[in-house]
Nanobody, 127 residues
Framework: QVQLVESGGGLVQPGESLRLSCAVS???????????IGWFRQAPGKEREGVSC??????STYYADSVKGRFTISRDNATVYLQMNSLKPEDTAVYYC???????????????????WGQGTQVTVSS
């Protein structure tokens, strides 16, 4: 069974930065190489929004227009990171990471399917 655990959320002021982590674990020898991993967010009263995703095989990435140029997704063998710079109040949401086995689920449309989800981490941007 694959498990995803997010961390790194918190309360920051506008313009500040946060780095979210998504630790992915599973069977012995697990590696992200054959997976697509994405970050989603959901603010109160709003629909869930795909923020970014990355292919474990070659590091190809996708970003929503709302975060392009401010957020950067990266990964190592078993963790996916979301570096969030120049944060805005509208970035306030619960951030979730999600995973799907198969490298082509992260495309120009974002992460198009996910079998596994983390529990979420709260990000609040407020002065």
């Amino acid at each position: 069974q694959v498990q995803l655990v997010e961390s790194g959320g918190g309360l920051v002021q506008p313009g500040e930065s946060l780095r979210l982590s998504c630790a992915v674990s599973g069977f012995s020898g697990f590696t992200l190489h054959y997976w697509s991993i994405g970050w989603f967010r959901q603010a109160p009263g709003k629909e869930r929004e795909g923020v970014s995703c990355i292919r474990g095989s070659d590091g190809s990435t996708y970003y929503a227009d709302s975060v392009k140029g401010r957020f950067t997704i990266s990964r190592d063998n078993a963790t996916v990171y979301l570096q969030m710079n120049s944060l805005k109040p509208e970035d306030t949401a619960v951030y979730y990471c999600a995973a799907m086995r198969g490298v082509y689920y992260c495309s120009a449309y974002g992460l198009t399917d996910a079998d596994y989800w983390g529990q979420g981490t709260q990000v609040t941007v407020s002065s």
